[in-house]
């Protein structure tokens, strides 16, 4: 009888922690950065600066103004992933097409879902001072495609408690 070989497991060298809008993913994913002791970045950092204000100004992004904010998010990843050098990206991510733009043929890049009601998102985002406003909330679940295959992250639970799960099942060999 011949013995099957098992597919190595694949290190995750990247997470993107993706989410609508005020879903809490840029604390989520700088604390699991911290935990991890990784890298971290967020994706609002990278908008051009007419994104930022058309969004201000409540207009929706369309797949031409975002294509190449993806295209420069992938590149940040797949230059932290060839250098060996791990990454916390948070980043909304809301269709699959996004991300697999994100990921490529990237390996080792795990999705972190951060997920909650509309209320609580909607009270979350009137409680802060963003570019992003509440009234582009409903445009981003309508776009939203939960993803396939994604750590999920409940808001409701306190930070640190979802912040230890998830970096105990990044970290876990098995």
Not at 103 to 116: K, N, P, T, W, Y
């Amino acid at each position: 009888m011949r013995e099957l070989a098992l597919e190595p497991a694949v290190k995750t060298n990247a997470v993107i922690v993706m989410g609508v809008s005020g879903s809490g993913k840029t604390t989520i994913g700088a604390a699991l950065a911290g935990r991890l002791g990784w890298a971290f970045a967020d994706a609002d950092d990278y908008h051009p600066a007419a994104n930022r204000e058309k969004m201000a100004s409540g207009v929706p992004l369309t797949d031409e103004d975002r294509a190449p904010w993806l295209a420069a998010l992938h590149e940040l990843i797949a230059d932290h992933v060839s250098r060996g050098r791990t990454l916390v990206l948070a980043c909304s991510a809301l269709k699959e097409r996004y991300r697999r733009t994100l990921i490529g043929d990237l390996e080792g890049v795990r999705i972190v879902f951060a997920q909650g009601s509309r209320e609580l998102i909607a009270e979350r985002m009137s409680a802060r001072h963003h570019f992003m406003p509440v009234a582009l909330l409903d445009s981003q679940l309508a776009a939203l495609e939960p993803p396939r295959d994604a750590l999920n992250v409940d808001i409701r639970l306190p930070l640190e408690e979802n912040v230890r799960r998830l970096a105990a099942e990044l970290t876990d060999p098995a």
